[in-house]
């Protein structure tokens, strides 16, 4: 389809949400104007819990999209609220980028292999939260910046390791310094991590119909079931949740089915709830939701409020 007007998509101006903008323009195929806008998130070196958790990126690119100063919004899906916003909608989910975490370490060393007391960078309570459950006597510090200032702590001996996304490193390129792919058995990664969402004015059909193309629905399904879960347990991106739904290909839709994993684990590692649970791709909300009900059945409230000193 062709637009009858050039496009201006707004993006925070990391290098990474500019790499992510940029793959979104070059599939769309139309005139496209990058816009740069500046967030909450970008503008502060303080905690995501302390700028008011959820949100802190997309805000600012919510409310020029609603003042009709950009056409469209790519996102870091696991950025976004789980509360629809209002005026908006979630136009495209593109095929989803690997969801687990990675380890990039000083010497080459796996996780296994870090010392009692290596220091081990990561500014997410999910991540701190399942690093302490593993047991290993590692120091957990916080961090925050981009990901060349997360990785150059570690070139200089500042940290031992990091943990990041793999997504991320891979649309910047940098996965030759991955030091080990996290197994989800270990760390399990973030509700949507990987998954890019595409928003524009819910009354924009001209954009709407630009942006269908792009949607992959096997995405689409598997991060409507973790963020269903996230929502269920009213948590964001300060709580330790963690949630990967994996999608079993069937012959039809009907008989395609997500086998959902979630877990809550307790901020100073010494508890944690993870389950499981299946059924047919087109109940993907609903079986978010149920899983959160048997997690919340397993004590994953009480896991939430246990707090540590030392994050």
Do not use: W
Not at 15 to 24: E, G, H, K, T, W
Not at 247 to 262: C, F, H, N, P, V
Request: proline share 4%.
């Amino acid at each position: 389809m062709t637009v009858t007007r050039a496009l201006r998509l707004g993006t925070r101006g990391s290098a990474l949400a500019m790499i992510q903008a940029r793959s979104v323009a070059a599939a769309i195929g139309a005139d496209v104007e990058l816009v740069e806008v500046l967030t909450a998130g970008d503008t502060s070196g303080a905690a995501i819990a302390e700028l008011g958790g959820t949100g802190v990126f997309v805000s600012a690119l919510r409310d020029r999209l609603l003042a009709g100063e950009i056409d469209l919004a790519v996102h870091s899906y696991k950025d976004l609220p789980t509360a629809p916003a209002a005026g908006l909608v979630i136009a495209a989910v593109p095929r989803r980028e690997d969801p687990r975490d990675v380890l990039v370490a000083r010497d080459g060393a796996t996780l296994g292999e870090l010392p009692t007391g290596a220091r081990v960078g990561t500014g997410a309570p999910r991540r701190v939260a399942q690093l302490r459950a593993l047991g290993l006597g590692l120091e957990i510090v916080g961090i925050r910046g981009n990901v060349d200032t997360r990785l150059r702590k570690v070139a200089e001996g500042e940290y031992d390791a990091v943990v990041l996304a793999r997504a991320g490193l891979a649309r910047l390129g940098r996965l030759a310094e991955v030091t080990e792919v996290l197994d989800p058995i270990q760390v399990l990664p973030a509700p949507a991590q990987g998954a890019l969402a595409v928003e524009c004015r819910v009354d924009d059909v001209e954009v709407q119909a630009l942006l269908a193309p792009l949607d992959d629905p096997d995405t689409r399904a598997a991060v409507t079931a973790e963020r269903a879960l996230l929502a269920a347990l009213e948590g964001g991106c300060t709580a330790p949740v963690a949630a990967l739904a994996e999608i079993a290909i069937g012959e039809s839709e009907q008989d395609t089915e997500i086998y959902l994993r979630g877990s809550v684990t307790a901020l100073d590692g010494s508890d944690a709830a993870r389950l499981s649970a299946t059924g047919p791709i087109v109940e993907a909300d609903a079986i978010g939701r149920r899983l959160a009900a048997d997690l919340l059945d397993a004590g994953a409230k009480h896991l939430m409020g246990v707090t540590d000193e030392r994050t």
